[in-house]
């Protein structure tokens, strides 16, 4: 099994990345940018630019019937799989590999129940700074995802990843607990993310001392035991991991969830809070922190006009 051709699904900041680096490293005619036909037309006339230079990229209809891709990584908002299943859905075959950076720890379940979960390798973005405002992305570090099987029976379809990314020098590691790191990941947007968008800050104001960091730990801090109860084991290490990895960001930057509120973009908080407080139900576990901030991120899109 040889990756030859991808499609991306989402050119917002981590998709424009992520079409900006394979369309470099294997031609863009072999990165297919599947959209709307009202998505193509804005990209053509308005362009779509990465640290203020102009991509290039190649656009596929949705509905355009074509040879199914070999690999596709989702790259929409929680927000947006449901379109973005049916945006996908022509370019997904039986042997078609399958990638969410998706944040939260669902979207894998939501692909599987669409297209099966034979080819599904689950996924984690970490470590970038990427700023998307509108078509514009500003980017220092593309970080990298962080891949990983459920089950055995995927080992090759892992390898194939593995090798399509070290042909195109693309940064990955291979995890061997991907459910490990991808509620440790979930534990950190459920800190930084919401707290970020409901105190409009940027990464420096929870990499100091005082509210906000505080705010955010607690949040971090109630996943913890609903991770427990799934039978993940999240500990407080993983939490001072994640303190650690918040060091590295730019402090004027910031996460894609405060992003969403500039723009005035419904969030992600679903996937956040929303998850959290679902859980914390289910194995009677109080979730103070995310209530309060489920509760005032939806007053703040309430509020948008
Ligand atoms: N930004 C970051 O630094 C990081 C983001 N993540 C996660 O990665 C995921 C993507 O985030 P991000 O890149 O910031 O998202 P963005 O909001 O920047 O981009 C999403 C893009 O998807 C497009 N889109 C929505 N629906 C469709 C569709 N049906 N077909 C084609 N395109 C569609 C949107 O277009 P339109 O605007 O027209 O709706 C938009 O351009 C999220 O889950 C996020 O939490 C993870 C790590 C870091
Ligand atoms: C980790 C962080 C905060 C930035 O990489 C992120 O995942 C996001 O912006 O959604």
Redesign the pocket.
Known sequence: MKIKNIAI?????????YANHFSKKIGKENVR????E??KK?YEEEGIFANRQKCSFYYVE?NEKTEPADLILF??????LQ??????RNQIGPKTIIIS????IS?EEVLADAFGKENIIHCV??G?????VDNQ?N?TRM?ELRIGIDQLSKQEQLEAVSRFFDQTEFPYTIEQDIQHRIWK?FMM?VGI?QVLMVTEGSYGDVQKEGSSRELMIQAMQEVMPIAQAEGINLTEQDLQDNLELLETLSPENM???R??GI?K?YS?VE?FAGTVLAKAKIHKIEAPTNQSLYQKIKEIEAAYS
């Open positions: 699904v989402g050119l917002g900041a981590l998709g424009i990345m940018i599947v959209v709307n009202n998505r804005k949705e790259c929409v908002k929680g927000t947006s379109s973005g299943l049916e945006t996908a950076v998706l944040n939260g979207s973005s970490q970038m700074d990427a700023v998307r992305l980017y970080g990941k947007n993310n996460p894609s969830m992003q969403d723009a973009r992600e996937l």
